[in-house]
């Protein structure tokens, strides 16, 4: 879809969301963000595999953007193995087994129009026959503006089809992300968070500490999505 197409969709113009960013502690905060020892424990954990993962795909794939011939697959591999370990542990930790990941998930708002199919899409089923959409997310290997508006534009039509309840989405070129919230017909965006640096194999704990809050905002999705 043009922009002109998706600030049509959602009834804004995009510049004036990203004028509006907040913060990810703030949102994270305003989401009511709150975890007692064990589950601080089991994040914590999270955190360590995600990273393991990310020292995977860096040592066998590369950084991405780094060679000319990276593709967007190569993005989607690395979105997947940051976002796996997290929905896993969290089905685990909550005993949570009809939450599922699906793949090119197509969209369809109830006018019967769509924004195209998103890479990622986490489902809970509620009762049989009956689904809540948690989040999606949306990679592309350009730019964070380039998946800005199929983002935008699945989020209204599964909010939609949510009975107005909160969705969650996030725009990633693998190396940065932003987080999303859609309720009551308005949209809130966060800042840049990067899940990558430099010779991050040789610091974990600054990994920890400074790179690792997706893992929350995942966690936040699947809290209170839906």
Not at 13 to 33: C, F, K, N, S, W
Request: net charge negative; with cysteine; glycine share 8%.
């Amino acid at each position: 879809m043009t922009k002109q197409a998706v600030e049509r969709r959602v009834g804004f113009r995009i510049r004036d969301l990203a004028d509006t960013m907040i913060p990810v502690d703030e949102m994270l905060a305003q989401e009511g963000y709150r975890l007692d020892e064990e589950a601080s424990k089991a994040v914590l954990a999270t955190k360590d595999d995600v990273y393991r993962q990310i020292l995977r795909y860096l040592r066998t794939e590369g950084y991405p953007m780094e060679f000319p011939d990276f593709k967007e697959g190569n993005v989607n591999d690395l979105v997947l193995l940051i976002i796996l370990p997290v929905i896993d542990d969290f089905i685990l930790r909550t005993g949570r087994h009809k939450v599922r990941l699906t793949r090119e998930k197509q969209i369809v708002a109830d006018d019967l129009e769509t924004g195209g199919a998103e890479e990622f899409v986490v489902i809970d089923e509620v009762e049989l026959g009956k689904e809540r959409y948690l989040f999606i997310a949306e990679a592309k290997r350009s730019s964070l503006g380039a998946a800005m508006g199929q983002c935008l534009v699945s989020m209204k039509d599964i909010g939609d089809k949510n009975d107005g309840s909160i969705i969650y989405g996030f725009v990633t070129t693998g190396e940065s992300w932003q987080m999303l919230k859609y309720h009551d017909g308005s949209f809130q965006m966060t800042d840049n968070m990067y899940v990558l640096f430099g010779a991050m194999s040789h610091n974990k704990e600054k990994w920890i500490n400074q790179y690792s809050m997706v893992v929350d905002c995942i966690n936040i999705a699947l809290m209170n999505g839906g």
